[in-house]
């Protein structure tokens, strides 16, 4: 593309994957926070809530990687406007028929279904608004991207609490698949990316397993994957956990866990938009997720260490703040995005940020192991200094890709 300016098409792009994000991270957001009345909605108790909900999420979690490789294949071979297509009507019309279930056996299915869909529209989008954008205004497409969509992670319990029916989650569900099923009227005005259909026709696309067929190209994959593990650290652990690591520091009230994720999501949403606006006046992707991981650590040292005897006002802003500096998800993506040819793209941009959400699965494993030997604030710490560590070191191998021209295969 030989202009700097956003054609009116790429700005119709940019807006179904923005909205798109948005309702699938409504959708993750909304089974944490309807889990429970749901739940004893299908019979049952107050003590079974937990492991029942921590089956489901892990049923989710196993569409979600598994529809990270097969839709990222699809997009490939296919075209990046067919998973965006399909992925948002796959999640909408799960999340409709979730608003009907009767029994845990339905709503195991109907959330590994929606996790395979959840899995493909951010890959999806991000690809094909990169591939549709000027080399200088790439990083502007997944800004709104990333930011949108962290929104929907405030809407979600903003919505779960508009009623105290305890039938309202199934309208809460009713609600998402019908912004899904609404989104795909402006997909109509979508279009391919020129890249993908210049793309020679003899070139192997999609070949999942050519990421494993040489180590130049695994460990570029997993480096991708690597930068982005601290930002679910920041969700999974330090924002689930506030509960319990801002009553072992001595706050002065209670933060629930809702409060805490809601509060790290507004500072996502925010961040998302810094990180990709500083990437923007800073012209590299590197420097930026950098800047946001060291402050991170200090953030993290402070928030575990440092503070004593905080009011919950302070908790929620640095819970916020640890948001904010984990909030560098929109450059994570692009530059994994940018790393890899045009007939792998769409497979990777697909697969690394599910791979990322799955290493928490890990890292929250790892965590609990250590607690009864180390404390809950010691473990969370040594967990979150691995993860950072990985990750800094993993940006240290990676070239930086913001004026890189996506035209290329591997």
């Known amino acids: 593309m030989n202009t700097d300016k956003i054609s009116s098409k790429a700005k119709l792009l940019i807006a179904v994957a923005s909205l798109g994000y948005f309702v699938d991270v409504y959708d993750l957001i909304l089974f944490t926070v309807v889990r429970n009345p749901s739940l004893k909605s299908l019979g049952f108790d ?10 489901l999420m892990n049923i989710q979690m196993g569409g979600m990687l598994l529809g990270g490789i097969l839709w990222g294949i699809f997009g490939d071979k296919k075209g990046r406007k067919s998973v965006l297509f399909g992925s948002i009507l796959m999640y909408s019309l799960a999340n409709v028929l979730n608003g009907f279930v009767t029994d845990i056996n339905q709503y195991s299915i109907l959330r590994f279904i929606a996790g395979i869909g959840l899995a493909g529209e951010l890959g999806a989008g991000v690809t094909l608004v990169n591939e549709s954008l000027p080399t200088s ?32 989650w199934r309208t809460c569900y009713f609600i998402g698949g019908g912004m899904g099923l609404a989104l795909l009227l402006l997909r109509l005005g979508t279009f391919e990316s020129n890249l993908y259909n210049e793309m020679d026709k003899g070139i192997s696309k999609g070949n999942f397993f050519q990421l494993f067929s040489n180590k130049e190209i695994f460990l570029r994959y997993l ?8 930002i679910w650290y920041i969700i999974g652990i330090l924002a689930f956990s506030s509960p319990e690591i801002t009553q072992l ?3 002065d009230g209670k933060i629930t866990g809702g409060d805490a994720v809601m509060y790290c999501y507004l500072g996502l949403s925010i961040g998302d938009f810094a990180s990709g606006y500083f990437s923007q006046l ?5 420097k930026v997720m950098n800047y946001f991981i060291f402050v991170s650590i200090l953030i993290m040292v402070s928030y575990l260490f440092l503070l004593k005897d905080i009011d919950t006002v302070t908790a929620k802003v ?27 793209r769409s497979t990777v941009t697909t697969t690394v940020p599910n791979f990322v959400r799955g290493a928490l699965i890990p890292i ?18 040594i967990v979150g200094v691995i993860c950072f560590t990985f990750a800094l070191f993993a940006l240290s191998q990676l070239k930086d890709t913001f004026h890189k021209n996506l035209d290329f295969v591997e």
Not at 282 to 286: A, G
């Open 249 to 251: 520091i001595g706050i």
């Open 318 to 344: 640095i819970i916020t703040a640890l948001g904010f500096f984990g909030g560098y998800w929109a450059v994570f993506v692009t530059s994994a995005s940018e790393q890899f040819g045009t007939n792998l």
């Open 282 to 286: 800073l012209k590299s992707r590197i």
């Open 137 to 168: 205004k790439r990083g502007i497409g997944t800004l709104f991207i990333a930011g949108v969509g962290a929104a929907g992670a405030i809407f979600a319990p903003i919505v779960a609490n508009l009623s105290m029916d305890p039938e309202w």
């Open 223 to 230: 480096y991708c994957i690597l930068m982005g593990v601290p």
């Open 46 to 55: 107050e003590n079974q809530t937990l492991n029942a909900g921590l089956n």
């Open 364 to 381: 929250s494993l790892f965590f609990k192991f250590l607690i009864p030997s180390v404390g809950l604030l010691n473990s969370a710490a």
